[in-house]
């Protein structure tokens, strides 16, 4: 899950990392009260969940409460990366002396979470990862002891040449590393983390991705969800109890059981055809969720043909029948089916379809390889 900025902030805060004060607005005259209570020049930034967003045009400096309004007026609304501003942070601004970056993410290869940290901040990491990989230096954390006080002293003496600097660039690694661990967090990103001209270091920008799965013991991180955020498709799936990830092919494929929808893919592209979608009906399997998955399915344009592969255990053949054929009167799509129905009341599960005029195989094998014709149009 993608949190936005100033929700990371808070976070960052709780912390105690040295983040500066800020408040978000959803329209532009709350952005110029914000930016009348802060005074002087503050930053007006757009609250998306993508990175970003001052080369897009949603950073903007503003020296007085009017522009504040002016631009916050520009911002919301504004289209960045296919996302829509719905918030703006309003924040005051900070004088800039270098900007660093300082990250912390799950790494599946050393199976840890790895601190990241280079002097060219305010760019994006993946370039000056590509460019020049000697700028980042990198620290595997034992997630048994944490990230070690002397670590953290390294890691920032590698930043920073100014022994002041050194000492709060380290806390701040400390602090960040407590935010990444109890957010349940697969991210966490200060981009840049800034020196001012006085010497002092702080975070002005926040990024986090916590992991789906750490949520349910979070609720407080959890009710940060932003729905309007996020593809309907996955907030549809979610509240479906299914698990859904949309992927660049053709063929729409509603499958029970993770193992299954996996075997499908792999099958799908055997016969050289593209899946749609990764689509997991889950083990029990009620018409609602049958219907849920074809809605989603079919909102995909790009979807030129709907293969089931159902697998009957606890998942009853009957069920996802009646769940077709109920779909099938409720939602209005032209595209092809193709279904294979075998295990738990197969017989019942055939005979429910064809009633409604529907054919079905029991063999995976054949379904596959008529999916794929059918998606190429042959
Ligand atoms: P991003 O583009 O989405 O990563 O947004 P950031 O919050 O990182 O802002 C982008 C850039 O805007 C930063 O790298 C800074 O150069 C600039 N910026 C952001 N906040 C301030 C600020 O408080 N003062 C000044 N002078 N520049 C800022
Ligand atoms: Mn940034």
């Known amino acids: 899950m993608n949190i936005h900025e100033y929700q990371a902030k808070d976070i960052f805060r709780d912390c105690g990392l040295p983040v500066p004060p800020g408040e978000v607005a959803t329209t532009p005259e709350d952005a110029r009260r914000l930016a009348e209570q ?8 757009a609250q998306v969940h993508v990175g970003g967003r001052g080369k897009a045009g949603g950073v903007k400096l503003a020296e007085n ?27 005051p601004a900070e004088d800039i002396d270098t900007e660093a970056y300082v990250g912390v993410i799950v790494d599946r290869a050393s199976k840890r979470p790895v601190f990241m940290v280079s002097r060219e901040g305010g760019v994006d990491i993946e370039e000056v990862a590509a460019r020049s990989p000697e700028a980042i230096t990198r620290l595997a954390v034992d997630p048994r002891y944490g990230l070690l006080p002397f670590q953290a002293y390294w890691l920032a003496a590698s930043l920073y040449d100014d022994i002041k600097q050194q000492r709060a660039a380290a806390k701040t690694m ?8 109890q957010s349940g967090a697969s991210l966490a990103e200060i981009n840049p983390l800034i020196t001012t001209p006085a010497g002092e270091v702080k975070a002005i920008d926040a990024k986090m991705n916590i992991d789906d799965n750490e949520l349910f013991r979070r609720g407080a991180i959890a009710a940060m969800r932003d729905l ?23 063929i729409g494929a ?52 709907i293969l089931f592969n159902i697998f ?20 209005n799509f032209e595209l092809p089916l193709v279904i294979r129905l075998t295990g738990t009341n197969e017989e019942e599960g055939v005979r429910i379809l064809e009633q409604a005029g529907i054919s079905a195989s029991t063999s995976m094998d054949e379904v596959v390889q008529r999916a794929v014709v059918v998606a190429r149009g042959e």
């Open 65 to 91: 409460p009017g522009e504040a309004m002016e631009h916050a007026a520009n911002i919301l609304g504004m289209d960045i990366k296919g996302l829509t501003v719905e918030q703006v942070l309003v924040t």
């Open 254 to 305: 509603v499958v029970n059981g993770a193992g299954l929808a996996m075997a499908t893919m792999d099958l799908i592209k055997f016969y050289g055809g593209e899946p749609a979608n990764f689509l997991d009906i889950g083990g029990s399997s009620s018409p609602d969720k049958v219907i849920a998955a074809l809605e989603i399915i079919t909102s995909d344009p790009a979807v030129k043909v």
């Open 228 to 250: 309007s955020a996020e593809p309907p498709s996955e907030t549809k799936a979610r509240e479906a109890d299914l698990t859904y990830i949309k992927l660049d092919g053709d």
């Open 312 to 331: 009957g255990g606890i998942t009853r053949c009957d069920d996802v029948a009646n769940g077709i054929v109920t779909a099938l009167d409720r939602i």
């Open 174 to 181: 400390m602090s960040l590393y407590d935010a990444f661990i």
């Open 38 to 45: 802060y005074g002087g020049t503050v930053v007006v930034k």
